[in-house]
């Protein structure tokens, strides 16, 4: 189970949230059951943070969300963090796509607080269907995962609507959402626009899947340009 969250900022904040998050909210709120699994800066809003965070189960995601909004240490300090949104419910809530498709990353390899930035370059795109539709899921699992994968890096995870009620209602999620999001990594974004044009020329995704994709999606996808924060450990 994850949680992909968009935050809007108030003017010239995000630096501000981004060293009290690194510094108070990774290890505290894994504490309770959670993993923090990626922080990032959007590079085509200087005012907007983007960050994703797991859960075993939506029971588990219950218990952790309870005891951390709950607790301590977001008493001392949250505060603090909501004096920097202006919004904070733009949170989409996924599951992977099967086992093999979820984000494989370990609290044990983050960096330590204070660790620069690392030079990386992470896209998220995110792909809309009609309600209640698969078809546009199998076409990118079956589909378009292939391509990527012969073509560039493999995507760090790939995720999918849950369906399942929010459990947790004082954080609100994006409800009537059926999406596929696939989250990949690259040494920086030429590396990323070489991909993306190896795929587009490629002869299955050329000629069968994008043309598919394109005839299922509900909206035009969106892809987010992002940039890891020093303890993200998607990067």
């Known amino acids: 189970m994850v949680e992909l969250r968009q935050y ?9 949230l981004i060293e009290l998050f690194d510094r108070e909210f990774v290890e ?3 504490a309770t059951g959670m993993v923090v699994l990626g922080q990032f800066r959007d590079l085509d809003d200087p005012d907007r943070f983007v960050w994703l965070r797991g859960f075993p189960d939506m029971t ?5 969300l309870t005891a951390f909004y709950g607790g301590p240490v977001w008493a001392e300090h949250g505060p603090r963090a909501n004096a920097t949104m202006v919004d904070s419910d733009d949170v989409l809530l996924l599951r992977p796509v099967s086992a093999e498709h979820g984000p494989g990353v370990s609290p044990a390899e983050r960096p330590r ?3 620069p930035a690392a030079d990386r370059f992470v896209s998220a795109t995110v792909w ?6 698969s078809e546009g899921l199998a076409l990118i699992r079956d589909g378009l995962l292939p ?6 890096p493999a995507p760090l995870a790939v995720l999918t609507t849950e369906t399942a009620s929010n459990t947790f209602t004082r954080l609100p999620v994006r409800t009537g959402e059926n999406v596929t999001v696939v989250l990949t990594a690259y040494p920086d974004e030429a590396a990323q626009r070489r991909h993306a044009a190896e795929v587009r020329a490629h002869p299955v995704a050329r000629d069968e899947v994008l043309p598919g994709i394109e005839r299922e ?16 450990l998607i990067r």
């Open 28 to 30: 505290t709120q894994e």
């Open 60 to 64: 588990a995601r219950h218990h952790a």
């Open 147 to 152: 391509v990527l994968r012969e073509t560039g």
């Open 128 to 133: 809309f269907f009609p309600q209640g539709r």
């Open 217 to 232: 999606r509900s909206g035009a996808p969106r892809v987010l340009r992002l940039a890891p924060t020093g303890r993200s």
């Open 8 to 16: 809007t900022l108030r003017p010239s904040r995000r630096d501000e």
């Open 113 to 115: 607080d204070g660790a």
